[in-house]
């Protein structure tokens, strides 16, 4: 059963494609709307290949471990010398993993964007672009070569464009999405450069290949080879970083993502959230063979993913727009992944990945309740004690805050656990940022929870009179997610605390990924059981004060804050305003770049037209010139001849009788006249 | 003396014939005349061709000529006057003109080869030409026959295209 | 005595009257008949000569090609008469003079 839905793994992402074709083509009939038709289709085309991958999965863990990496081959592509690409799909741990996550959340959320859109009048359009975007997402990640997989982060990076837009005739909505598409194609420019250098520089050793499977031996050519002063290998990671910097909302390009919020709630659930964003772990997860081989990108990429977790955090504490918090949460968290992917702890950053899929979806689509129920409000300062109104929401959101503040036994506990460990046997000041980040995390996100369903009702008399729990098609997924949510850490109990319990192998997760990723060489010393013992309960520690601290300062004593930001109005300003990188941005590339465009406008003005309005002067000139000669000599040539010819043809016309009879006397004559001349 | 032979004879009732029926042609006030006249003509040159001993030419003459083109003639005159006109449909115009001119040139022409000027073969016996026209149409005069065939076919869609009634 | 003359007699005579009646019809096919004595008087001439030059073919062919030449020229033209017909209602040349300058 499991090798039958296994043999049918390419049905995975044509599902989505042909859902995205059929409800495509019935947004574009502008027929009669449907919504029993659209959604069915669109559920059928997301889910079949869940069960699918759910197949797939069970007949990947039969295989004994070293076999669990199959290459299916759909049809050839590209075959241009050296660079063979096809279509092919690479089924290894870590893309059954990616694909499980994107296949049962993208279920759940296309479930429960049945309920969020009912009142939707462009449902197949959402649907469309929702299917597309796990067809694009799944070849992201099934793809077996480089092209593919850059097809697939074009594709979500376009659907991410089109669903941020969804509601485009708000120009501000619009506006996002363009921003979004703008900044990613600096990270895909970067990327696509990164990979064009790493296939270039094999082809010259004679390993060109762009498949993964392939590239894990070739790269290994490429030890030693140097770029300038730098060695070459990092300097593809770097490229390919910066890549996915701009897909995954990294510093600096990560001023998109909470722009993105513009987009439907389900979306940013989906994308913004749980799948997209990730797709730069993934892709390093994917190349870990390569990274491995530069301590130095690595290095760069643990500061980066660190630094943004503790700078998103830190935005998170004054933002009231309930999705923008989430989108500054999101931001963090995926921070912390790249710091876990810096720090070669590659287990440990799939490990979040997986868990903070679960409750960031969950959370995501809590708020999406929560604004839903609240008629479109988005500003926490106008909610508070909803948890009466909305019970399930407020149940699920709350176990979900728990996991991503990283209390034990829920999934975050785990995940940041483990990158925090890492991180610590890394290098001390990591660490130390990452705690700090955890703490921040703690006390923001109990902070929007309290405003939102704690405290006194600040809800406007008529969102009150529509407020109500959300429908079962929305209620469900949530459900699921929370206790995802809840018990998804089990997955990778740290092998420590398994050890404690007296379990071998507890960490799931990390023995199921291993034949997917190579480490570096050198191991990094580890500390001892103690040492790690000592920073879990540290780190819980931290967490659990977070959330008290959060949860009493917006509840019992919420003049501290207040009287803090006004004591800092400074700091509190700076803050708000996201330390005014979107401004920094504005001032120094949007606006250059405009400036830019208009000098060149002026000097396309003045100069070129200058050139060009002269070039045309002076011909007018010469033509007035030429024309005056023409009118009088060639004209008067022309005419003349022409007088002349009028006049033969006046004497000449006399001839032609149009009589046969007079032509042929005269052509008798002729003959006559030169017979008479020869011989007479 | 030459002996009168009846090859001479014959050829001088064909001359005549041929001549005579010519001027018929020529001269005769009603086209359906002239028609009629033709056939004589014809008839007297085909007879000349057997005297020139070249009786496919001669049998062609007859076909083609009298049984092809002549009764295209009287078609032609047929479906292009009416029966009552037939007395005023072949008027002569500047024949006052056209006599001397034309008399001056046939003396002319026939001054320019007044004497023995020609190189004569000796007589060969009659032999029948079928097979040598044969032959060589379908050896070194081959191009040429396949060239007039097209012509024909040329002549033949030239003439259904020039009388089709336009389609309005 | 029959010789080569008396034939080049008889063909220049029956030129001249195709060439008379040419150049005096007025009437289209009037001109068309002269047209035929003019070329029975080229075809015969070709064959008397080929005859008395001892040539068994070259004239016989000449003729034959002339011969259907004839016939094309005389269905074109005749068509091109009864098309005139149709056009002025008469095929008298002296009319159809919409050729005069």
């Given at each position: 059963?499991?090798?039958?839905?296994?043999?049918?793994?390419?049905?995975?992402?044509?599902?989505?494609?042909?859902?995205?074709?059929?409800?495509?083509?019935?947004?574009?009939?502008?027929?009669?709307?449907?919504?029993?038709?659209?959604?069915?289709?669109?559920?059928a085309a997301i889910f079949i290949p869940f069960l699918i991958t759910v197949g797939a999965f069970l007949h990947v863990t039969s295989l004994p471990e070293e076999s669990?990496?199959?290459?299916?081959?759909?049809?050839?592509?590209?075959?241009?010398?050296?660079?063979?690409?096809?279509?092919?799909?690479?089924?290894?741990?870590?893309?059954?993993?990616?694909?499980?996550?994107?296949?049962?959340?993208?279920?759940?959320?296309?479930?429960?964007?049945?309920?969020?859109?009912?009142?939707?009048?462009?449902?197949?359009?959402?649907?469309?672009?929702?299917?597309?975007?796990?067809?694009?997402?799944?070849?992201?990640?099934?793809?077996?070569?480089?092209?593919?997989?850059?097809?697939?982060?074009?594709?979500?990076?376009?659907?991410?464009?089109?669903?941020?837009?969804?509601?485009?005739?708000?120009?501000?909505?619009?506006?996002?999405?363009?921003?979004?598409?703008?900044?990613?194609?600096?990270?895909?420019?970067?990327?696509?450069?990164?990979?064009?250098?790493?296939?270039?520089?094999?082809?010259?050793?004679?390993?060109?290949?762009?498949?993964?499977?392939?590239?894990?031996?070739?790269?290994?050519?490429?030890?030693?080879?140097?770029?300038?002063?730098?060695?070459?290998?990092?300097?593809?990671?770097?490229?390919?970083?910066?890549?996915?910097?701009?897909?995954?909302?990294?510093?600096?390009?990560?001023?998109?993502?909470?722009?993105?919020?513009?987009?439907?709630?389900?979306?940013?659930?989906?994308?913004?959230?749980?799948?997209?964003?990730?797709?730069?772990?993934?892709?390093?997860?994917?190349?870990?063979?390569?990274?491995?081989?530069?301590?130095?990108?690595?290095?760069?990429?643990?500061?980066?993913?660190?630094?943004?977790?503790?700078?998103?955090?830190?935005?998170?504490?004054?933002?009231?727009?309930?999705?923008?918090?989430?989108?500054?949460?999101?931001?963090?968290?995926?921070?912390?992944?790249?710091?876990?992917?810096?720090?070669?702890?590659?287990?440990?950053?799939?490990?979040?990945?997986?868990?903070?899929?679960?409750?960031?979806?969950?959370?995501?689509?809590?708020?999406?309740?929560?604004?839903?129920?609240?008629?479109?409000?988005?500003?926490?300062?106008?909610?508070?004690?909803?948890?009466?109104?909305?019970?399930?929401?407020?149940?699920?959101?709350?176990?979900?805050?728990?996991?991503?503040?990283?209390?034990?036994?829920?999934?975050?506990?785990?995940?940041?656990?483990?990158?925090?460990?890492?991180?610590?046997?890394?290098?001390?000041?990591?660490?130390?940022?990452?705690?700090?980040?955890?703490?921040?995390?703690?006390?923001?996100?109990?902070?929007?929870?309290?405003?939102?369903?704690?405290?006194?009702?600040?809800?406007?008399?008529?969102?009150?009179?529509?407020?109500?729990?959300?429908?079962?098609?929305?209620?469900?997924?949530?459900?699921?997610?929370?206790?995802?949510?809840?018990?998804?850490?089990?997955?990778?109990?740290?092998?420590?605390?398994?050890?404690?319990?007296?379990?071998?192998?507890?960490?799931?997760?990390?023995?199921?990924?291993?034949?997917?990723?190579?480490?570096?060489?050198?191991?990094?010393?580890?500390?001892?059981?103690?040492?790690?013992?000592?920073?879990?309960?540290?780190?819980?520690?931290?967490?659990?004060?977070?959330?008290?601290?959060?949860?009493?300062?917006?509840?019992?004593?919420?003049?501290?804050?207040?009287?803090?930001?006004?004591?800092?109005?400074?700091?509190?300003?700076?803050?708000?305003?996201?330390?005014?990188?979107?401004?920094?941005?504005?001032?120094?590339?949007?606006?250059?770049?405009?400036?830019?465009?208009?000098?060149?406008?002026l000097f396309d003005q003045k100069v070129i037209d200058g050139i060009v309005n002269g070039t045309?002067?002076?011909?007018?000139?010469?033509?007035?010139?030429?024309?005056?000669?023409?009118?009088?000599?060639?004209?008067?040539?022309?005419?003349?001849?022409?007088?002349?010819?009028?006049?033969?043809?006046?004497?000449?016309?006399?001839?032609?009788?149009?009589?046969?009879?007079?032509?042929?006397?005269?052509?008798?004559?002729?003959?006559?006249?030169?017979?008479?001349?020869?011989?007479? | 003396?030459?002996?009168?032979?009846?090859?001479?004879?014959?050829?001088?009732?064909?001359?005549?014939?041929?001549?005579?029926?010519?001027?018929?042609?020529?001269?005769?006030?009603?086209?359906?005349?002239?028609?009629?006249?033709?056939?004589?003509?014809?008839?007297?040159?085909?007879?000349?061709?057997?005297?020139?001993?070249?009786?496919?030419?001669?049998?062609?003459?007859?076909?083609?000529?009298?049984?092809?083109?002549?009764?295209?003639?009287?078609?032609?005159?047929?479906?292009?006057?009416?029966?009552?006109?037939?007395?005023?449909?072949?008027?002569?115009?500047?024949?006052?003109?056209?006599?001397?001119?034309?008399?001056?040139?046939?003396?002319?022409?026939?001054?320019?080869?007044?004497?023995?000027?020609?190189?004569?073969?000796?007589?060969?016996?009659?032999?029948?030409?079928?097979?040598?026209?044969?032959?060589?149409?379908?050896?070194?005069?081959?191009?040429?026959?396949?060239?007039?065939?097209?012509?024909?076919?040329?002549?033949?869609?030239?003439?259904?295209?020039?009388?089709?009634?336009?389609?309005? | 005595?029959?010789?080569?003359?008396?034939?080049?007699?008889?063909?220049?005579?029956?030129?001249?009257?195709?060439?008379?009646?040419?150049?005096?019809?007025?009437?289209?096919?009037?001109?068309?008949?002269?047209?035929?004595?003019?070329?029975?008087?080229?075809?015969?001439?070709?064959?008397?000569?080929?005859?008395?030059?001892?040539?068994?073919?070259?004239?016989?062919?000449?003729?034959?090609?002339?011969?259907?030449?004839?016939?094309?020229?005389?269905?074109?033209?005749?068509?091109?008469?009864?098309?005139?017909?149709?056009?002025?209602?008469?095929?008298?040349?002296?009319?159809?003079?919409?050729?005069?300058?």
């Amino acid at each position: 059963m499991a090798e039958k839905l296994f043999s049918l793994i390419y049905l995975v992402p044509l599902l989505p494609l042909l859902g995205a074709f059929v409800n495509g083509a019935y947004a574009f009939s502008g027929a009669k709307l449907v919504r029993p038709f659209v959604h069915t289709i669109a559920l059928a085309a997301i889910f079949i290949p869940f069960l699918i991958t759910v197949g797939a999965f069970l007949h990947v863990t039969s295989l004994p471990e070293e076999s669990r990496q199959v290459v299916v081959t759909f049809f050839p592509w590209l075959d241009v010398g050296s660079f063979k690409a096809n279509v092919e799909f690479l089924i290894d741990p870590l893309s059954l993993t990616l694909m499980l996550v994107i296949t049962g959340i993208g279920s759940l959320i296309h479930l429960y964007s049945v309920g969020y859109m009912s009142h939707e009048p462009s449902y197949a359009r959402y649907f469309t672009y929702l299917n597309l975007f796990c067809f694009a997402m799944l070849i992201l990640v099934m793809g077996s070569n480089v092209p593919m997989m850059f097809i697939g982060w074009e594709g979500v990076g376009l659907c991410s464009y089109l669903l941020i837009g969804f509601w485009f005739t708000d120009s501000a909505k619009a506006a996002a999405g363009m921003k979004a598409f703008v900044v990613n194609r600096v990270g895909d420019f970067a990327f696509i450069v990164g990979f064009l250098l790493l296939y270039w520089t094999l082809q010259s050793k004679g390993h060109a290949t762009v498949q993964f499977v392939e590239l894990r031996n070739a790269v290994t050519h490429l030890d030693g080879v140097m770029l300038g002063s730098f060695s070459l290998v990092t300097i593809v990671c770097v490229l390919m970083f910066i890549g996915a910097t701009g897909k995954s909302a990294q510093i600096p390009l990560y001023v998109w993502l909470p722009d993105a919020m513009a987009g439907p709630t389900p979306v940013s659930a989906l994308i913004h959230a749980a799948t997209m964003v990730t797709a730069g772990v993934y892709m390093i997860g994917r190349m870990s063979y390569l990274f491995s081989m530069s301590p130095a990108a690595l290095n760069i990429i643990a500061t980066v993913g660190f630094v943004t977790a503790l700078f998103a955090a830190i935005i998170g504490f004054t933002q009231n727009d309930i999705k923008k918090v989430l989108a500054y949460s999101t931001v963090s968290q995926l921070g912390y992944m790249f710091g876990a992917m810096g720090v070669a702890a590659y287990t440990a950053g799939v490990f979040h990945l997986l868990t903070h899929a679960f409750f960031k979806a969950c959370l995501f689509l809590g708020s999406g309740s929560v604004i839903h129920a609240m008629s479109g409000e988005q500003d926490i300062q106008k909610m508070g004690a909803l948890r009466k109104h909305l019970p399930i929401t407020h149940a699920t959101f709350f176990l979900s805050t728990l996991a991503i503040a990283g209390i034990f036994p829920f999934s975050g506990f785990f995940s940041k656990d483990e990158i925090l460990w890492h991180a610590f046997n890394h290098s001390k000041l990591l660490w130390l940022i990452g705690v700090t980040a955890a703490a921040g995390t703690a006390v923001y996100m109990l902070r929007m929870v309290t405003l939102t369903f704690y405290g006194e009702s600040r809800v406007s008399e008529e969102a009150m009179h529509h407020l109500h729990e959300s429908p079962l098609s929305m209620t469900i997924p949530l459900m699921v997610l929370a206790f995802l949510a809840v018990f998804g850490g089990f997955l990778g109990v740290p092998e420590s605390l398994g050890h404690f319990f007296g379990l071998h192998e507890s960490n799931l997760l990390e023995h199921w990924l291993e034949p997917s990723l190579v480490f570096p060489k050198e191991a990094l010393p580890m500390a001892s059981h103690a040492t790690e013992y000592f920073l879990m309960v540290f780190s819980l520690g931290i967490a659990i004060s977070g959330c008290l601290i959060g949860f009493v300062l917006y509840t019992k004593r919420k003049d501290i804050p207040e009287s803090l930001a006004q004591k800092y109005p400074k700091v509190y300003e700076f803050i708000y305003n996201k330390y005014y990188v979107d401004e920094f941005y504005k001032a120094v590339f949007v606006n250059n770049l405009l400036r830019l465009n208009d000098f060149l406008a002026l000097f396309d003005q003045k100069v070129i037209d200058g050139i060009v309005n002269g070039t045309a002067y002076v011909t007018k000139i010469v033509a007035y010139v030429s024309g005056w000669v023409d009118r009088t000599f060639v004209d008067g040539l022309v005419n003349l001849t022409a007088s002349v010819t009028s006049f033969g043809g006046i004497i000449a016309r006399r001839f032609q009788t149009g009589r046969i009879q007079t032509y042929l006397y005269l052509a008798l004559g002729a003959i006559l006249v030169i017979v008479f001349y020869r011989f007479g | 003396m030459p002996m009168i032979e009846l090859k001479d004879i014959a050829f001088i009732i064909l001359a005549l014939i041929t001549l005579g029926s010519a001027g018929g042609v020529a001269f005769s006030k009603k086209i359906i005349y002239s028609g009629f006249s033709l056939l004589g003509s014809l008839f007297g040159v085909a007879g000349l061709y057997i005297l020139l001993s070249n009786d496919f030419i001669a049998a062609t003459q007859l076909l083609i000529y009298v049984g092809g083109v002549l009764i295209l003639i009287l078609f032609a005159i047929m479906l292009t006057s009416k029966i009552g006109d037939i007395a005023v449909t072949n008027k002569s115009i500047n024949w006052k003109v056209a006599i001397p001119i034309i008399a001056g040139l046939a003396c002319f022409l026939i001054s320019s080869f007044s004497g023995d000027i020609w190189k004569v073969a000796d007589k060969t016996p009659y032999q029948s030409s079928v097979s040598f026209i044969g032959n060589a149409l379908l050896k070194e005069f081959l191009l040429p026959f396949e060239v007039i065939s097209i012509v024909l076919l040329c002549a033949l869609i030239g003439s259904i295209v020039i009388l089709k009634r336009e389609v309005k | 005595m029959i010789s080569i003359n008396s034939y080049l007699f008889v063909t220049v005579l029956l030129f001249c009257l195709g060439l008379y009646n040419v150049i005096t019809r007025s009437n289209a096919v009037g001109i068309l008949m002269g047209v035929e004595l003019i070329l029975n008087a080229a075809s015969l001439n070709m064959v008397a000569f080929a005859h008395f030059n001892g040539n068994l073919v070259g004239g016989g062919i000449f003729a034959l090609f002339l011969i259907v030449l004839a016939a094309a020229e005389a269905a074109v033209a005749l068509a091109i008469v009864v098309s005139i017909y149709r056009q002025f209602g008469t095929i008298d040349v002296e009319e159809a003079t919409n050729l005069k300058g």
